[in-house]
Nanobody
Framework: QVQLVESGGGLVQAGGSLTLSCAASGRTFSSYTVGWFRQAPGKEREFVAAISWGGSPIYYADSVKGRFTISRDNAKNTVSLQMNSLKPGDTAVYYC???????????????WGQGTQVTVSS
């Protein structure tokens, strides 16, 4: 069993930065692929980034490549998402997710956090 708790969301101006963190409980956290999804009002949940249990490979959505960086610390049971050059289009609720599968998708995620709001003003 893995429980995920996100933090770090908030309001930021366009061009600014935020770092989201996801704290996981459970001794098997290091066995999971973990990552982030987001959901904007009226839109479907979409993939943002994922990192495998060993730190590689890493995947990003095309919309965030070069601006977002995902990392994990298995010793601390945490995964982070550094978000730079934020745009109003990045506004969404961001969810942390974990999957035993090698490739993380919304349908194969075994565990989800409650979500944290990120709002980017223009």
């Amino acid at each position: 069993q893995v429980q995920l708790v996100e933090s770090g969301g908030g309001l930021v101006q366009a061009g600014g930065s935020l770092t989201l963190s996801c704290a996981a409980s459970g001794r098997t956290f290091s066995s999971y692929t973990v990552g982030w999804f987001r959901q904007a009002p009226g839109k479907e949940r979409e993939f943002v980034a994922a990192i495998s249990w060993g730190g590689s490979p890493i995947y990003y959505a095309d919309s965030v490549k070069g601006r977002f960086t995902i990392s994990r610390d298995n010793a601390k049971n945490t995964v982070s998402l550094q978000m730079n050059s934020l745009k109003p289009g990045d506004t969404a609720v961001y969810y942390c997710a974990a999957s035993i599968a090698i490739v993380l998708t919304a349908s194969n995620s075994n565990y989800w956090g409650q979500g944290t709001q990120v709002t980017v003003s223009s």
